[in-house]
Nanobody, 115 residues
């Protein structure tokens, strides 16, 4: 059974940094693309960043140069390093992947940025 578990979200002041983790079980994350998305209150879920199985990363314009997605294959984990956080980054952050014709999402982790 494939499961994704996000962690690392918490309350942080504006300008601060956080590192979110997405740990996979039942799947080898190094063999699939993994994405991070977020959903703020009363807004639709939006894509934030993704990394291919080959390691190529891509970012939404709103987070480019502030967020960094990277893998730790030994831990079967994909991280999202977030810097220069702003109140508009407040959201539940989810990781997701797609394998064998099925999409998988974690339960999310809450990030709150205070001004």
């Amino acid at each position: 059974q494939v499961q994704l578990l996000e962690s690392g979200g918490r309350l942080v002041q504006a300008g601060g940094s956080l590192r979110l983790a997405c740990e996979g079980s039942g799947i080898t994350l190094s063999t699939v693309g993994v994405a991070w998305g977020r959903q703020a209150p009363d807004k639709q879920r939006e894509w934030v960043a993704s990394v291919t199985s080959g390691g190529a990363a891509d970012y939404a314009d709103s987070v480019n140069a502030r967020f960094y997605i990277f893998r730790d294959n030994a831990r079967n984990t994909v991280y999202l390093e977030m810097t220069s956080l702003q109140p508009q980054d407040t959201a539940v952050y989810y990781c997701n992947t797609f394998s064998r014709g099925q999409a998988y999402w974690g339960q999310g982790t809450q990030v709150t940025v205070s001004s």
